[in-house]
């Protein structure tokens, strides 16, 4: 049997139990601030996605050529769009997403991601909404120490049209190459140190009043600006939003405005990136039973928090389990 492909992982007991408890967290969090889930297929048709060189193709029976989805944002809106339903929409999801890449770069193509979608709302409220939403899940996860960092579709687009090979500025500029571009590489950091090296344009402005509502709303937030952000798709209009957190190397979650066929804004987050940092859950006692005290183990497995029934007939089995999957205590009832 061959091995699974680079890129690629197997998560085994407490990482995948991890993984499933933080989507589960997600979810709860984005339900309970009015989301409405929904999910689309894995696969789709290529034309539908803008970052060609990432993607796993095939061919259908018909020759159409399909691909495994690369983010979610994309079927979502395709989705709306398609099914015309009426906005506006506040949408939550998750899943796997599969990007392609050299197996030398040792980068996951395969990613667990979630996110959310506000599509229809023309207001900053709802980029508001995203750093909200972000902020009750990692609050509601543990994690501490996370900042937001704020960049604008347009900004980079405006630098972008007067670079002669704009795959060469964008490479330059996610290496903040300050030699090639002195300006825009330069303009990161504290948000008050950043809006004194620039004009004020419709762009700079529409940070201001973001970071104005979030700090109000997000008090004990950390926020940067890096108006040399580069969007990670070309659908992005307006306002961009990274995260970033500590022990963590890159953005886990990233996002922002998309009006297109219509008003949205959207972030998605990399669950994996983060899973090691969540504590899952675990089972703490273990119930020995003797056959004829089934009645008594059920009793006592209904009134115990994270229990579980032992199915090993002989206790020095039940001790050795314990042992090696970290039990606290076992219970032990016996015969007659």
């Known amino acids: ?74 079927p979502v809106a395709r989705m709306v769009a398609s099914t015309k339903l009426e906005l506006p929409l506040k949408l939550s999801y998750s899943g796997k997403v599969f990007r392609s890449s050299d197996p030398m770069m040792g980068v996951d193509i395969e990613m667990h991601q979630a996110g959310i979608e506000l599509i229809g709302y023309e207001s900053i409220k709802a980029e508001l909404e995203l750093l909200l939403t972000l902020s009750e899940f990692l609050d509601a996860e543990g994690i501490e120490d996370y900042h937001f960092e704020i960049g604008h579709a347009g900004v980079y ?14 490479a330059a500029l996610l290496a903040k190459n ?59 209009t307006g306002i961009l939003i990274n995260a970033y957190a500590p022990n963590i190397a890159d953005a886990f979650a990233s996002g922002g405005r998309y009006d297109n066929e219509f008003p949205a804004v959207g972030l998605g987050v990399n669950l994996d990136a983060f899973e090691k940092l969540a504590a899952p859950h675990t089972n703490k006692t273990l119930i020995h039973f003797a056959a004829d005290r089934i009645d008594d183990a059920l009793k006592i497995l209904a009134e115990t928090p994270d229990a579980q029934l032992s199915i090993f007939d002989n206790i020095i089995e039940t001790k050795e389990f314990a042992n090696r999957w970290g039990f606290d205590e076992i219970i032990e009832i016996g015969g007659n």
């Not at 789709?44 to 159409?64: P, S, T, V």
């Not at 687009?157 to 060469?168: L, Y």
């Open 1 to 74: 049997m061959r091995k699974i492909p680079a890129g690629t992982r197997d998560k085994l007991f407490k990482r995948a139990q991890g993984s499933y408890e933080l989507e589960g967290k997600f979810n709860a969090v984005t339900a309970s601030r009015g989301f409405t889930r929904v999910e689309t297929p894995t696969i789709e048709y290529a034309q539908n996605f803008d970052n060609e060189d990432e993607l796993f193709r095939f061919f259908d029976k018909k020759g159409e050529t399909l691909a495994l989805r690369s983010d979610l944002t994309t």
């Open 178 to 236: 300050t030699s090639v571009l002195p300006l825009i590489a330069r303009l990161y950091g504290e948000p008050e140190s950043v809006f004194a090296q620039v004009e004020e344009t419709p762009e700079i402005k529409e940070i201001k009043v973001l970071l104005a509502l979030a700090k109000k709303a997000l008090p004990r937030v950390k926020f940067t600006v890096d108006l040399g952000l580069v969007p990670n798709h070309s659908y992005y």
């Open 157 to 170: 687009k405006a630098f972008a049209a007067e670079s002669a090979d704009e795959a060469e500025f964008r």
